[in-house]
């Protein structure tokens, strides 16, 4: 089982900035993609940002420009900075990790409890 856990959330004021951060842990895991979603309140949970072994990444347009995503591969460890912080970007983050068991050879998809980022006006 790959345990995933996140670190950095907080209260920040409009225009400044936060950096997430996540690491995995386990035995026997290999991993492909590393992400971060986020769940504002009474809304459904949705994708920030995601980046590949390869370093591919991809992010979603309302965080184009503001946030960036990178990762150590070395420390199996993903980061989020966040800047230019809005208050629509309340949310919980989660962070996400996909890959596989090499012992089992098979897919696991596993999340973190959450960290919460709240942005005032």
């Known amino acids: 089982q790959v345990q995933v856990k996140e670190s950095g959330g907080g209260l920040v004021q409009a225009g400044g900035s936060l950096r997430l951060s996540c690491v995995a842990s386990g035995s026997f895991f290999s991993i492909n993609a590393m992400g971060w979603y986020r769940q504002p309140p009474g809304k459904e949970r949705e994708l920030v940002a995601s980046i590949t072994n390869g370093g591919i990444t991809n992010y979603a347009d309302s965080v184009k420009g503001r946030f960036t995503i990178s990762r150590d591969n070395g420390k199996n460890a993903v980061d989020l900075q966040m800047s230019s912080l809005k208050p629509e970007d309340t949310a919980a983050y989660y962070c996400?990790?996909?890959?596989?068991?090499?012992?089992?050879?098979?897919?696991?998809?596993?999340w973190g409890q959450g960290t919460q980022v709240t942005v005032s006006s």
């Open positions: 996400n990790v996909q890959g596989s068991n090499i012992l089992w050879r098979r897919p696991y998809d596993s």
